[in-house]
Each structure stands twice: as structure tokens, then as C-alpha cells.
């Protein structure tokens, strides 16, 4: 598999969701070890979506859930609260993160996607990688 090729192509879906969205967000494809792959960042996403990206790709890619679905498990008493607070903060539970999975449903990278509200990131990263 090429991740890279595969990165493009979810980054180019991406954009075309957001933009039909009227929505312009940040990308980014972080493969199952934690490398940075792609980022790419729309004209006119806030600056500050480039870093929240990254950490919902990091996110999803490495505990292979959807950021949307941790959230209800950071909570105080839950089994994955201290998450937030490891690896130098990079976890993030806000939902725009998607682990992404090959043809025997092998989490091989995590894509996420900010610049909008979490309900229209998890939209738009959900509509990329139907």
C-alpha cells in the first residue's frame, strides 16, 4: 500500500466536503506509529486547525477509535480519562478524527480534520472516507 497516495487521495476528499460545506478546515493523515504523513491546510482555516488536526489524526491512529467516540470516555470516572494528559498532550477527544482502515479492517492511519465546529469537522471527515 502506498500511505501517501492513499493520504492524498483523503486529503482531496476532505477539501471537497468542506468546501461544499462552506466550511474551510485543516487535514491531516498521521500513520499507526505516530509519523506525520500529510497536512495540508484550506485558504481561510484558522491557523490554530493545522495543530488540532494533527492531534485528532494522532488520535484516532493510534487508540483506532473515532475522536468523537472517545469523548464520552475522558470523562471524570471513565476508563480513559487520564488520556488528554499523556504524550505530551497530544491526545485529542474532540470529535474530526477517523482511523482509517485497509480492505481486512486493519487500522493503518488516522485522518483529522478542524476548522469548523466538532459536528461539522465530524461531518465532513465522515462524508471523506465513505
Known sequence: MDLLTKAKSVAERVEAEATKADVPVAVCIIDVHGNLVL?????GAPV???E???RKAYT???VRLRTADILPLVQPGQ???ALPTVGGGRFCPMGGGIPLV???GKVYAGVGVSGGTAEEDVAIVEAAVR
Request: net charge negative; hydrophobic share 40%.
Open 39 to 43: 497536512q495540508h491546510r484550506m485558504n
Open 60 to 62: 484516532s491512529a493510534l
Open 48 to 50: 490554530f486547525a493545522l
Open 102 to 104: 485497509d480492505e481486512d
Open 52 to 54: 488540532i488536526s494533527e
Open 79 to 81: 476508563s480513559l480519562y
